[in-house]
């Protein structure tokens, strides 16, 4: 079936970076936002900690937002619903800080343009635990203007979380697509590699790649953004 879509994931895809340095540096200037509106450090780590995990369960029944709001407040209180917009103020201003902890890979931008001078749609299928606007802050990051994509997932529309299946049927239903006229580009194994099993064409990006089992790469289509880019043509050529 012939590819009309590229899904792109972010964090170590598109935005190189160490996961666990950007996790200390949001919670870090997150919880210094907090601290004077009353709000110890802890209670917040363990407000988010909640609340993405709970997104991470998701069975569809609601949207990651809502989900994650609702684990939030019961762990860390419902004066949270009261202080909404000072968090939503974090994302539009503080947030921005983040992209120090993250590195820049100028093929990413060259990619994304060569999509769509193959006439592919783009997609930004990153794990949807953030508001978009968080989303479109770290696309910026990368290089990557947010008009670029079709459309890019985030808590506010998505009612799964990656590896889940649920997540890619989605994103496909949404695009008004069958998966198998999708093509998956990440570099998670755990994460992305799964939508191939909705019959997606994978590729797996090597320069960050995680791959916490120790699975086989070989079985997909691997490498850097060179290899990704000949891979992409291939793709529109019908190989």
């Known amino acids: ?26 919670f870090k200037l997150l919880t210094k936002k907090m601290l004077p509106h009353g709000y110890e450090p802890e209670a917040i ?19 990651n937002e809502e989900l994650f709001w609702e684990y939030f407040i019961k762990t860390t209180g419902e004066r949270v ?6 968090f939503e103020d974090f994302y539009a201003v503080d947030f921005q800080r983040i992209s120090s902890s993250c590195g820049f890979a100028a093929q990413a931008k060259e990619t994304v343009a060569l999509c769509k001078e193959l006439g592919f749609r783009v997609v930004i299928a990153t794990e949807p635990i953030f508001p978009l606007i968080a989303m479109e802050s770290r696309l910026r990051w ?35 697509v069958q998966p198998e006229e999708c093509a998956m580009v ?11 099993d909705l019959g997606m064409k994978l590729f797996l990006l090597t320069d960050c790649l995680i791959n916490k089992k120790n699975a086989d790469i070989n079985q997909w289509e691997h490498g850097g953004f060179g290899k990704l880019q000949s891979w992409l043509r291939s793709l529109k050529n019908g190989e």
Request: hydrophobic fraction near 35%; glycine fraction near 10%; aromatic fraction near 8%.
């Open 142 to 176: 990368a290089g990557v203007d947010p008009s670029e994509a079709e459309f890019i997932t985030s808590y506010e529309t998505s009612h799964y979380c990656k590896p889940d299946l649920g997540y890619y049927r989605e994103v496909a239903e949404r695009l008004g």
């Open 1 to 26: 079936m012939q590819t009309k879509c590229i899904l792109f994931d972010m964090d170590g895809t598109l935005l190189p970076m160490d996961a666990a340095v950007f996790a200390r540096t949001y």
């Open 186 to 196: 990440g570099n998670d194994v755990g994460e992305d590699m799964p939508a191939g």
């Open 81 to 86: 619903c009261a202080d909404r917009a000072i």
């Open 45 to 63: 780590i363990n407000g988010i900690n909640a609340g993405i995990t709970a997104t991470q369960t998701n069975d569809g029944t609601q949207t």
